[in-house]
């Protein structure tokens, strides 16, 4: 890890301090990434990523059910045909790229300043609790985060480089990388934009032409462009029935996310207020360093265009679907602590930043969890098929009214993939019907979820409820039964 990320010091305390918090961070990761059940999201991915489908049955289930791009889709189904049609493939996935997001962001940390920050950006994207979330759930999210963090690499390496030939390594990976995060996530284009008026800037404040930049991004400019011909023609057919974001309120002006980025409200407002205090008081150096203004271009942007879109056409803006917004956040606080001349105060602010980052975990399951036994959020499906399978019934529905003859009932049959998945793997015995029960006659058990998204409906006719069990996660067990 040293030799890659070019360390240049001797301070073997420092070394062992930051190799201790980048394990603390992997373990995190990938300690009991499989101990949850999936959430209803994550259902959807797991059904779409069925490698027995062909490449295009899966087209056809992302572009019915998902607004999220096919890439993401396409590389777990992949793995899935390597390593089995299981829910821990697609959370190792995630985990995978959220490791490896910790050395990304810290050696982009090094093309823009030549000192020890990258040590602090390492340790705070380590310890940063919501991609440590986000690194063990089956969305694409810290996939887009990674692809980001590597295309910016890329493209620093190709603003500074002085070979006068177009197509190098830098043009190449730097174009590759930010059109897969766009293929990825269309939020990804908004680094687009960033970049396009970092580039702008450069030419009109510092008379600065960069050909090859200019090229690449036309490039892919024009390869958004095709896709985003492509992906609206289907998107908006999904995106027209969400309504459940919701414009943000004056509060959210108050902390702009950082108290979910940052795992509390109190550590989002440290976290913000010296951001913005390190931003004035060290302005005069940050406008000497023209990348530094990108990390602000990039931080403004990514608030803005979708707050607008949101104020003009329909909200969009949500703290995962922004996440890649902890890379300046991250960037600029690391780089702005090494700015100060008072070392003292430098010091205190690494310690303290570092401290409040570690102790946040005290009171997160990504500590306690090695103490006690870790609290379910997510739906509880284990719990509710122990309870079956250790019953005298071993029927088992997931009853749904058929309010439209017309329309496919996508949320029951991601939801039958997933259990009767469960069922099969942990050798359950439970027999798993389907949703007709005009034939059937006796005592069968009822699994529904409580969630906004989904509802427990009442049962057909001649069925008497004997007992209900509210579990974990919004799931809500019903055994039932039907007389002849």
Known sequence: MFKILKFQENNIFIYFSVLLIVLLGVIFRFYNVGYDNLWFDEIFSFWVTDPNLSFSETFLRVKSTESIPFLYYYLIKICNSFLGYEPIVGRIFSAVFGFLSIFTVGILCKRFVNNKSFLLALCLTSLNIYLIIYSQEMRVYIFTFFLISLALIFFFNLYGESESKIFTKNFLFFSLFLTLAIFSHPFSIIILGSLICFTFADFFFFNEKNQKINISLILVSVFTLFFLFHYLQYVSLITDTINWIKQPDLKFYSNFYFSKFFGSRLLGIIHLAILIFLSFFLWKKIINNKKIIFLYIMLFLSYFIP?????????????????????????????????????????????????????????????????????????????????????????????REKKFSEKTDYNGLVLYNYVQTIIKNEDYGINLLNNNLESFSGKVWNLCLTNPFNDCFKPPNKIKVLGDNILQGGIKLSLWEKKE
Not at 330 to 346: A, V
Not at 354 to 372: A, D, P, R, V, Y
Not at 380 to 395: G, M, P, R, W, Y
């Open 307 to 399: 707050l607008i879109y949101g104020y003009f056409l329909k909200p969009i803006i949500f703290p995962r679907y922004i996440m890649f917004v902890l890379i300046p956040i991250i960037l600029l606080i690391s780089i702005l602590i090494f700015y100060l001349e008072n070392k003292n105060l430098r010091r205190f602010l690494i310690f303290f930043f570092i401290f409040i980052n570690l102790g946040n975990h005290l009171t997160e399951s990504t500590l306690k969890q090695f103490f006690h036994e870790r609290q379910k959020f997510k739906p509880d499906f284990d719990t509710a098929l122990e309870i079956i399978k250790s019953s005298e019934a071993n029927n088992l529905i997931l009853y």
